[in-house]
């Protein structure tokens, strides 16, 4: 591992558009003086090698912005994996950040929403690290999210507010 000593000396972090540029050159791949670091990998995240191991920029970003590395994941309030501003990163636990992931949503089209064959209703349940929590069942796949919705700001608060999934696209 490094210091944020020497990642402040090699890189510098814009927390306004989250990129990192580069203040000395980092070899023939590593990019000239001001230029941006990193590539894009297979799932959007932008990574920055550094002596020789990959990193995630918004991980860096983190150890950039604080001087420490990260306990557990860092989520995107956003959703969008590449947009590293320091105002759309936020310490989370792997729980929160699959609160707020892109997820399919199932036949029901609510997060938490399942159709109960044996006894024809709707039901809502909600996870938080390796607990699941029956909610309730319902008539409808409309009510069952509507108590979803209810008991995610109280498990999840801050990450239930951001999540893009939660209720049926129009």
Request: aromatic content about 14%; charged content about 25%; hydrophobic content about 30%.
């Amino acid at each position: 591992m490094f210091t944020t000593l020497y990642l402040r000396s090699i890189l510098y972090y814009d927390p306004e558009d989250g990129w990192f540029y580069n203040r000395v050159r980092r070899g023939p791949a590593g990019g000239d003086i001001g230029e941006a670091a990193g590539h894009y990998d297979k799932d959007g995240y932008v990574i920055i090698q550094i002596k020789g191991k990959k990193y995630k920029a918004h991980r860096l970003a983190y150890m950039y912005m604080t001087g420490e590395w990260p306990e557990d994941e860092i989520d995107h309030k956003d959703g969008v994996p590449w947009n590293n501003a320091w105002l759309n990163l936020r310490d989370a636990t792997h729980s929160d950040n699959m609160c707020n992931a892109d997820r399919p949503l199932g036949d029901s089209g609510f997060r938490g929403v399942k159709f109960d064959p044996a006894t024809r209703t709707w039901r809502a349940r909600i996870g938080y690290g390796y607990q699941r929590q029956y909610i309730g069942a319902y008539s409808t796949a409309e009510e069952a999210s509507i108590a979803y919705l209810a008991s995610a700001g109280t498990v999840h608060g801050e990450f239930a507010l951001h999540n893009r999934n939660s209720e049926k696209e129009a």
